[in-house]
Every structure is written in structure tokens, then in C-alpha cells.
T-cell receptor
């Protein structure tokens, strides 16, 4: 079956630091990959996505590259801000399963 | 509608009572999902609808949980004889088709069983 593994948090950084949150997956078929973000007190919203190998999804300074050979979709940002503090979920969706599968979430805390 | 709408946003109920949680998906979205998120935890899949049928109910934690969807639109998640361990945020999401597409989430219903 499908599964997503992401690094445990919390990740605590100072403002303007470099961010990496690791995500690896196993899937049947050829999945689409997603990062969702959940800001405090809010619902999940899509941050970025990639639908095929070597695609790079990007949004709000965040990037992630679909690596089929390593089954990974790591999230990166060159310079985080306090406003990026949130919980980040890696997810996949494939025609074989029909049900979006989520990682456990990684809490990011950015200090001024 | 413009987005996925869930109601109520908050619900406090006494142990042993029944509760109904409602989800209005985005118009035209055929796939609908319910997840549960306990405090500080990830998303736990509960049930998936394709149209009005539920091909996968494997995530429902017990027979106290049930869900239905009518008119390929509104869905209701019902929890009977609530227990304290049912306290969580219940999230609904919809997508245009099942598989390979992004899911759009509602704000969730925070259920507290006292």
C-alpha cells in the first residue's frame, strides 16, 4: 500500500535560516506528490505539488523536487520567516489507491 | 461553493451522546474524504466517497462511526455514544476525481467529549 514518511519535529530555526524537511514515500502506480501546510488554528492548504519525476513544485519561496529514483520529495526554503511557523504535511495521491495518504506532519517553529 | 465548508466549527458534547458533523464539498467534486486529527497527531483516514457510494470504509474506528453522502454533495459523519477518545478535529476534504489530484480541505470540526 501507499505510505509517506517525513522527519519528526519540531524543527526549530532562527529567522533567515535554511530549511529542509525530508519526505520519502512508497506507492503503487505513479503518484502525484504534495506538500500541505497547516497554520495555527487553520485547516490544511496546499503549498505545492509535483505530478511527474523531476518536476519541481514551488510556492512562497518553498521548493520540492519529485525524485523517483530515491522516492523522495524533500521540502526546502532558503530563508525562513517567523510567519512560516506551521505544521507541514507531505502527501501523495495515486490512481491505484484513490485516497490521499499523508505523513505525520512536521512542526516548524521559527524564532525572530 | 467557493470552498469546503464544515459545520459546526466547534462541538462540545457529553459522553454517550450522538453527534453529527456536516461537510459541504466544492461543487462538482466527486471524491470526498473524512480524516481525524488528534491533538498533535497526523491525519487518520476514516472514509472515502466516490459520488454517493463509499468504496472504502476501512478507516472507521468502530461501529459507532458511520457516514453518508447524498446528491453527490453534502456528507454527514455520525458518531454514536461518543467517548472521550473521540475528541479530535474532524477534517473533510474533496477533490475533482479520486487519485492523482489535490484535495481541498475544510476548516474542520473540533469535537470535545466531556
Amino acid at each position: 500500500g501507499n505510505s509517506v514518511t517525513q522527519m519528526e519535529g519540531p524543527v526549530t530555526l532562527s529567522e533567515e535560516a535554511f530549511l529542509t524537511i525530508n519526505c520519502t514515500y512508497t506507492a503503487t502506480g505513479y503518484p502525484s506528490l504534495f506538500w500541505y501546510v497547516q497554520y495555527p488554528g487553520e485547516g490544511l492548504q496546499l503549498l505545492l505539488k509535483a505530478t511527474k519525476a523531476d518536476d519541481k513544485g514551488s510556492n512562497k519561496g518553498f521548493e520540492a523536487t519529485y525524485r523517483k529514483e530515491t522516492t523522495s520529495f524533500h521540502l526546502e526554503k532558503g530563508s525562513v520567516q517567523v510567519s512560516d511557523s506551521a505544521v507541514y504535511f507531505c502527501a501523495l495521491s495515486s490512481g491505484g489507491s484513490y485516497i490521499p495518504t499523508f505523513g505525520r506532519g512536521t512542526s516548524l517553529i521559527v524564532h525572530p | 461553493g467557493a470552498g469546503v465548508s464544515q459545520s459546526p466549527s466547534n462541538k462540545v458534547t457529553e459522553k454517550g451522546k450522538d453527534v453529527e458533523l456536516r461537510c459541504d464539498p466544492i461543487s462538482g467534486h466527486t471524491a470526498l474524504y473524512w480524516y481525524r486529527q488528534r491533538l498533535g497527531q497526523g491525519l487518520e483516514f476514516l472514509i472515502y466517497f466516490q459520488g454517493n457510494s463509499a468504496p472504502d470504509k476501512s478507516g472507521l474506528p468502530s461501529d459507532r462511526f458511520s457516514a453518508e453522502r447524498t446528491g453527490e454533495s453534502v456528507s454527514t459523519l455520525t458518531i454514536q455514544r461518543t467517548q472521550q477518545e473521540d475528541s479530535a478535529v474532524y477534517l473533510c476534504a474533496s477533490s475533482q476525481i479520486a487519485g492523482n489530484t489535490e484535495a481541498f480541505f475544510g476548516q474542520g470540526t473540533r469535537l470535545t467529549v466531556v
